[in-house]
Each structure stands twice: as structure tokens, then as C-alpha cells.
């Protein structure tokens, strides 16, 4: 597209700056919607951003608000000590926690067998090897960028954020090759002969994927990957020396009552029984966490990356200069995690809040007749087939899909995301963050929404 435009036209930039001016088709109609002063008030359940526990953090953070001398300097790139010092307690607390066995076995929670389960273990976490950016978006490009040239593979189970393709591609010009994952209620599963068939055929091809990205828990189904999927991924990465980065930023947006139910990649990891494969995990399992999602500080802009490769470190450091957090920011965020007792109490508060708004939502959808809904344990969505409305008589088609999004967006003036922009192989998917907004908006946000559902038929001719 660039390439056609006029020195003029494009500013005179560089094919590179032209690039960046081009986004994705939705992105431009969500920016239409939300910020032209022409479109009105839209609700916006199309966010990932949780309020639902904004009153906590406005005690816990007001004691940490005002800036410090220290805070007025210039600091070292991968971060202030005291913040990777936090994180490291926060990560092996609570992030990396090991469930009990019984979990772990359970064929309802972990899958796993007893032996692997036993060898688990909770290794102490060295804030050496925690490099602190501008919020995950720049976690994922940074890690990405050093693990991966332009043009190589990076490797997404499908349905993925519908911002990967931002991350990858913009600027660092990665590709995104996405490969399927079976859906069973609370339990989904790689489907690992297709994983395998696609990589095998990208070799072939001479394009060896250097990536892959592993969500979990998931968005934008809210599903958690049993241990015993995890453990068998990494495995098949190993084998295959390619880069498991494990994104984690939902690991403590888990709903009240399933807290065993998520265990980290790096915790897998570590019941691993083939020496040579142990002797990989230092080099090619990477973990992403941050503040946005867990800990509702979207606005702050605080992601890590942490990993035992020292050569990736020394990359990620020297990239940090182009991402970083302010001092200021990073000295409250630090404060407020070593703060155990607030911390506790404001995990266990959000994850309560989180089970009873994903509850009130799914009933308010089932009443109103929407039946093939994906059972989740975590995150801030409900994803759900709005073709499987029992008042929905429009046709099942993407382009039917996409009508509906527009309709929603443009009549009802609500954001919900479609499940072709998540890249969901199947049709009539959306998914709603019923975290967005004040339970009460969100509810009659759905009342809106299912109202249209049911007159899509007799309107989309005119969308």
C-alpha cells in the first residue's frame, strides 16, 4: 500500500514509516467509533481491562503517589531493583506456585501422571533475570524481535489476541502461522498431530518457526490449559529447539474457587525427566507477566520478561532503552507489591469479584437464549457463539458475522470483538470483557445486545 503513495502523500517518510500508518481494518472501525466526537457514546466490552477492584488500589497506592528524589534519575534499562526484587517474590509466590498433588492428578484440574506431578518443583526466582518494560505489548515485541529476524515464523494457537498480529508484524516484521487447539468444556488440548504436520511443512519449506506463543490462561476463550497440555508442549518445543514464550499476564485473573487449576510453564517445566531436555530449559522457556490484567493498572504500562537465557538478557537490556517504565511508576508499583498482606488480600478480593461478574453475565446470556457458551475459569471474558441465540434467524456465515459486530458497534453502539478479528477458524464467536465497566453497565450493555441479535435478520440488508 506504501509503495503507491506519493512522496507527498505519505509525508515523505520511509517505506518503513509509511508501514506503520497502516492498521488493520478493525482497528481503524473501533477508532472510528470509540473517538469520533460524531459516533456518540459507545460502551466499550471490547477492552481487556478490569475495574471491577479500582477502589482497592486507591488505597493501597496512595500512601506511594508523590515522587522522591530518586525517582527524578536516570536508572539501569532492565529496570530499578527494588521493582525486579518484587516481582521475583510476586512470580514465585503466586505465579509459579505448585498445586497440590492431588491437583495435579486430577484428570478435572492438572491430567498429569503422579510421577511427573512429584518432580514439580518451585525453584526461587532471581530478579537478575527479570527485565522490566512499558507493559507486555513491548514484552512481546522486545522478546520476539530478539529471538526472531524479520520474515522467520512465530507460531500462535488459534483463536490468539487479536493484537499479535501489532506486536509481530508492525515493526518487527515477524509472520504468524497459527495452528488449532480442540475445544472440551474447561479442558482444551493442543492438537499436537496438526502442530506437528504444520511444522513439518514449514521446514520443508526451509522457514523453521524460531517462536511460539503460548497463552495461558487464554484469551480470548478464558480456558486454562490443563499441566499435563503444558508439559507436552514444552517437551515438543524442546525437541524442536524452538522458543517457548509463555504469556502469563492472566496467570492470577484466576475466578474463585480454581485457583489449582493454572500452573505456570516454567513450573511445569520443571518435572521434566529427560536430562537432555532439562539441560534446554534455561534457553528456550521465556515467561511474560505484568500489572494490566491481575493487578487493573493497564494505565501504568509495567511488563517483564523473565527468563534464565543470559544471552536473550543481555538483548532484551539493550532494547529496554527504546521501552521503558518511568522511575516514578515503577517505585509504586514496587512498593505496593511487597506489600504481602495488601497483595493477598486484593488477589483473593479480585478473584471473588471476577467468579461472581463471569456468573451474573453467563446467566444474563443463557436467559437470554444464547447457548454455546465457552466454559472459562479465568481472565475478563465470556466467549460465546451469538449464532447459537435462540431468537438469532440471520444467516451463519463470516460475512453474516461481521455484519453483526458493525450492527452492534454502529446501531447499539456497543464494542464486542468478533471471533474471525480473534482469527477463530469458526464462525458466529465474540468476545465480551465483562470487566470493562461497572457490572450493572455491562448488563444492560447485554440486554442491548442480544435485543439485536434477535432483529439481525429483519436489519443486517442495511449494514
Not at 10 to 38: A, C, I, M, Y
Not at 91 to 114: D, F, I, T, W
Not at 405 to 428: E, M, N, Y
Request: aromatic share 8%; glycine share 6%.
Amino acid at each position: 500500500m506504501a509503495d503507491n503513495l506519493t512522496d507527498t502523500e505519505h509525508g515523505d517518510l520511509s517505506k518503513r514509516g509509511s508501514l506503520t500508518t497502516v492498521n488493520p481494518e478493525w482497528l481503524n472501525t473501533v477508532f472510528q467509533e470509540l473517538f469520533s466526537p460524531e459516533s456518540g457514546t459507545v460502551v466499550d466490552l471490547g477492552v481487556a481491562a478490569n475495574i471491577l477492584s479500582h477502589d482497592l488500589l486507591e488505597t493501597a497506592l496512595s500512601d506511594s503517589d508523590k515522587p522522591k528524589t530518586n525517582d527524578f534519575g536516570y536508572f539501569s534499562f532492565e529496570g530499578i531493583e527494588s521493582l525486579r526484587e518484587a516481582f521475583a517474590d510476586i512470580l514465585g509466590k503466586y505465579v509459579y506456585r505448585v498445586p497440590r498433588v492431588a491437583s495435579l492428578v486430577s484428570p478435572m484440574v492438572g491430567g498429569m501422571n503422579e510421577e511427573d506431578a512429584k518432580r514439580m518443583v518451585n525453584n526461587p526466582v532471581d530478579a537478575n533475570e527479570i527485565v522490566i518494560v512499558n507493559g507486555v505489548t513491548a514484552a512481546i515485541e522486545s522478546v520476539a524481535a530478539c529471538l526472531a529476524d524479520p520474515g522467520d515464523i512465530v507460531m500462535l494457537p488459534a483463536p490468539y489476541y487479536h493484537a499479535f498480529p501489532i506486536d509481530l508484524c508492525k515493526r518487527i516484521h515477524c509472520e504468524i502461522v497459527d495452528f488449532p487447539h480442540t475445544f472440551d468444556g474447561a479442558h482444551p488440548d493442543v492438537d499436537f498431530d496438526k502442530l506437528t504436520k504444520i511444522y513439518e511443512d514449514l521446514c520443508t519449506q526451509q522457514r523453521k518457526p524460531r517462536v511460539l506463543i503460548y497463552t495461558n490462561p487464554h484469551n480470548p476463550t478464558g480456558i486454562i490449559f490443563r499441566p499435563s497440555t503444558t508439559l507436552q508442549l514444552v517437551e515438543w518445543c524442546l525437541q524442536r529447539k524452538v522458543h517457548l514464550v509463555s504469556d502469563e499476564i492472566y496467570a492470577l485473573s484466576i475466578f474463585a474457587g480454581h485457583e489449582d487449576a493454572f500452573v505456570s510453564t516454567r513450573s511445569v517445566a520443571s518435572s521434566i525427566k529427560d536430562s537432555t531436555l532439562i539441560s534446554l530449559i534455561p534457553t528456550y522457556v521465556h515467561t511474560l507477566y505484568g500489572m494490566s490484567k491481575d493487578f487493573c493498572l493497564n494505565g501504568m504500562r509495567v511488563g517483564l520478561v523473565h527468563t534464565s537465557n543470559s544471552a536473550l538478557l543481555l538483548s532484551l537490556k539493550a532494547k529496554a532503552i527504546f521501552a521503558l517504565t518511568s522511575a516514578h511508576t515503577q517505585r509504586i508499583v514496587g512498593d505496593f507489591l511487597s506489600n504481602q498482606k495488601i497483595v493477598h488480600s486484593f488477589l483473593s478480593t479480585n478473584q471473588r469479584r471476577l467468579a461472581e461478574a463471569y456468573a451474573q453475565v453467563v446467566a444474563k446470556l443463557r436467559d437470554g437464549g444464547v447457548q454455546d457458551i465457552q466454559e472459562s475459569r479465568a481472565c475478563l471474558f465470556v466467549y460465546c457463539n451469538l449464532f447459537s441465540c435462540s431468537h438469532y434467524r440471520g444467516p451463519k456465515t463470516r460475512l453474516a458475522e461481521r455484519g453483526l459486530w458493525l450492527g452492534v458497534l454502529k446501531s447499539a453502539k456497543i464494542l464486542i470483538f468478533p471471533g474471525s478479528v480473534l482469527h477463530d477458524p469458526r464462525v458466529g464467536w465474540f468476545r465480551l470483557c465483562f470487566t470493562a465497566n461497572p457490572l450493572h453497565i455491562t448488563l444492560s450493555a447485554i440486554d442491548k445486545i442480544l435485543e439485536f441479535v434477535a432483529q439481525y435478520h429483519t436489519i443486517n440488508s442495511s449494514l
